[in-house]
């Protein structure tokens, strides 16, 4: 039976044989095959529409029912640009056998708002956090070189204060449990330096710290990692990888250096849980259990509705075998923020 990360791969492969609108229309499928609820074979098997999936037309329905009637032999070969990614029918498949580990879940660590190039408001990401009872999020959204993305300077992320500080007394003020914590997703150099003041990051609960630059080259990157670990305004390192599926396969490093580091620093390797990008993802974190790393999970969501992304990181830390002490938003709130401020003033493990 043909799975959905099977059937994306076929998807996928049929985009690059076919040209123009039809290759973006299966391009487009096997990037949307990570999102639907269901799998495909289980609505087969209901006799149900496949147009209800989102980038299914006719034509496509049509290709994948023959597929599932008669599976291809070459499903078997993914593409690297394409391995190892979970859809979001298999990651609530794993959790539901596992629901106490799911209910651990505390908060999300990545999100984007209108202040940079998310769509919603600081009030609506709160709102939908405080429809899965979360106790907090972190808004982190890009600081001020990463234009393209709309990032933020320093004064806009101080007025950006005061309409979280309106928020978390309006949420207090209705009785909700949540909170809403200010962070930033740091841009980082090639050399792990950000972009933003000491200043302004000394005010923030917890920061993170990305990649946006130079994440074709085949080099590797080890010393790229090790700089911005020891960056002392980090707390998390954001999206490793740099992967997007399909598009992008990401950096090369050593990243039994890399898992070490951060944990002798006491610093956070985030699961990005975006569909497209799954980074870490299952293989690098197996490595980051042995090394006994920090996790992060964030969604990076840019709409409020992408928060549900976050059972993609759920089920890949729970695949990896990662220990639940070992995971950021596992921790109640006070914890967090006793973490974070801990490694500021620097009192984390020193070599
Ligand atoms: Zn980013």
């Known amino acids: 039976m043909l799975s ?6 076929l998807l996928a492969q049929e985009a690059e044989r076919e040209t123009g609108i039809l290759s973006r229309a299966f391009r487009r499928a096997a990037r949307s095959a ?15 529409t496949l147009t209800e999936l989102r980038s299914i037309g006719p034509f496509i329905e049509k290709q994948v029912r023959e597929w599932i009637d008669d599976p291809p032999s070459h499903t078997k070969t993914v593409a690297a640009v394409r391995k190892d990614f979970i859809s979001l029918a298999e990651a609530r498949r794993v959790l539901a056998t596992r629901v106490s580990w799911p209910k651990k879940l505390r908060g999300d660590l990545q999100m984007h708002t209108c202040w940079s190039d998310g769509s919603d408001t600081i009030a609506e990401m709160a709102d939908a956090a405080k429809n899965r ?5 972190a808004i ?4 001020k070189t990463l234009k393209i ?3 933020i300077d320093e004064r806009a992320l101080k007025r950006q204060a005061t309409e979280i500080a309106k928020v978390n007394t309006a949420l207090s003020k209705s009785g909700a449990q949540l909170t809403v914590l200010r962070s930033i997703e740091l841009n980082l150099n090639t050399r792990g330096e950000g972009d933003m003041s000491p200043e302004s990051l000394q005010q923030l609960d917890v920061v993170l710290g990305s990649f946006h ?3 074709r080259t085949t080099e590797d990157q080890t010393e790229r990692y090790l700089a911005a670990l020891r960056n002392p305004y980090v707390h998390i390192l954001g999206h490793p990888r740099g992967r997007i599926y399909n598009f992008r396969i990401g950096l090369t490093a050593d990243w039994q250096r890399i898992f070490a580091e951060a944990a002798r620093l006491d610093k956070a390797l985030e699961i990005d849980c975006y569909p497209d990008r799954q980074d870490l993802n299952v293989a690098l974190l197996k490595l980051a259990r042995d090394h006994a790393t920090r996790i992060s999970i964030g969604t990076d969501a840019h709409h409020a509705w992408q928060l549900e992304f976050v059972d993609l990181g759920l089920a890949a830390a729970l695949h990896a075998g990662i220990t639940a002490d070992r995971i950021l938003n596992f921790m109640p709130g006070l914890e967090l923020k006793t973490w974070a401020r801990r490694l500021r003033v620097g009192k984390a493990k020193k070599a």
């Open 149 to 151: 993305a709309g990032g």
């Open 133 to 137: 009872a979360y106790d907090y999020i």
């Open 213 to 215: 630059s130079a994440l």
């Open 4 to 9: 959905n990360t099977q059937i994306a791969e």
């Open 34 to 48: 990570f999102l639907w609820p269901e799998e495909v074979s289980d609505l087969v098997r209901q006799n149900r």
């Open 140 to 143: 982190t959204d890009h600081s």
